[in-house]
């Protein structure tokens, strides 16, 4: 077997529940292994197994014992998961993707934007909390203040639309998260998809195994800190087509942070099922690390371009590099 991975072995389950038992002895029933394989205390596995993280090592997890180390290779979604729940940025999707096309892209075009769109309503209430933030941020160095177009001809709109755009270079330089700034991106983006001059990044293997899941009856959903918004443009207008039809659902933070915890109790009350019943993939140890605490299953996907991982991350974590080293046992 590839890796020397273990399938289904009774050890691992054993060894989870009653983790799980002991931590939670009022949640019933336990749920079984999230990945079966190398998870067994009393059967170390092949030689490729890490050794678990050295204890305090990792502090804020302190509560319950780490789960079995992983290896690349192939990994045994557990059959009480029934959902998969993926992040986008380094899941999905290359980061490079919003670093080095999206920003760029509002960079290269917030003025043409802006002077296309300029009578339409919707611009004209963007650029409205962009001034009202630049009021704000006056104080600031290197704030750009937004004049009022007072009618008076071409010249002083074009005046007013530089200082929009110096206003969002600013912002962006500074990475400012105001939502004025976040709002006209939103809108410069739709623009981008809307016209094809931007298309969302997917790795490749993640349509064909997201289908493959499906047929298998998973349900999958989005989190992303992008906006719900953003998430749509990106798949709908993605370099695979429009691929909505994929997912079942969609969260962003206005459900939680990715970090904590909560978030992922109320996207598996949103969805309908316990915490147990979801896999959540990520490129991010912390996010991982909330999802895990809320007993959600958790796998970290190593794509080029993420973050490196510490060893004890390394060890700690189930890893995959590519949606296919996910295996179903319902898709044999
Ligand atoms: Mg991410």
């Keep these: 077997m590839a890796g020397g991975l273990q399938r289904g072995g009774r050890g691992s389950a054993e060894t989870r529940s009653a983790r ?31 050794t678990a993280p050295p204890s305090g090592a990792r502090p804020h997890r302190t509560a319950r014992a780490p789960l079995p180390a992983a290896a690349m290779g192939v990994l045994a979604v557990p059959a009480g998961v029934r959902a998969i729940l993926l992040d986008v940025e380094g899941t999905t999707t290359p980061i490079a993707f919003v670093k080095e096309t999206l920003f760029p892209y509002v960079r290269d075009n917030v003025g043409a934007y802006l002077r296309a769109h300029w009578e339409e309503e919707e611009c004209q209430r963007d650029v409205g909390l962009l001034r009202k933030q630049a009021q704000e941020d006056a104080g600031l160095e290197g704030a750009v203040p937004i004049p009022v177009e007072s009618g008076n001809g071409d010249e002083e709109l074009e005046r007013v639309i530089q200082a929009v755009v110096d206003n969002v270079l ?43 899941w499906r047929e298998a009856g998973m349900k999958v959903y989005i989190y992303s800190s992008g906006s719900v918004e953003a998430q749509k443009l990106l798949f709908g207008y993605s370099t695979e087509g429009d691929i909505l039809e994929l997912f ?85």
């Design 20 to 50: 799980k038992m002991a931590a939670e002895e009022s949640r019933a029933p336990p749920a079984p292994p999230l990945y079966t394989r190398g998870a067994s205390q009393s059967a170390p596995p092949a030689a490729r197994r890490p």
């Design 170 to 212: 600013w912002q962006m330089a500074l990475d400012k998260k105001s939502t004025a700034l976040k709002q006209l991106q939103g809108h410069i983006w739709r623009a981008a998809y809307t016209t094809g001059q931007v298309k969302g990044e997917v790795f490749e293997d993640v349509v064909p195994a997201i289908r493959k």
């Design 248 to 332: 079942d659902g969609h969260f962003d933070t206005k459900i939680g942070p990715k970090v904590e915890s909560e978030s992922y109790r109320r996207i598996a009350a949103s969805i309908g099922c316990a915490t147990n019943n979801i896999l959540f993939l990520t490129d991010v140890p912390r996010e991982a690390n909330a999802a895990e605490e809320a007993d959600t299953h958790v796998a970290v996907v190593i794509r080029p371009g993420n973050a490196g991982l510490t060893d004890d991350e390394k060890s700690y974590y189930s890893l995959i590099s590519s949606f296919t080293e996910l295996f179903l046992p319902s898709s044999t």
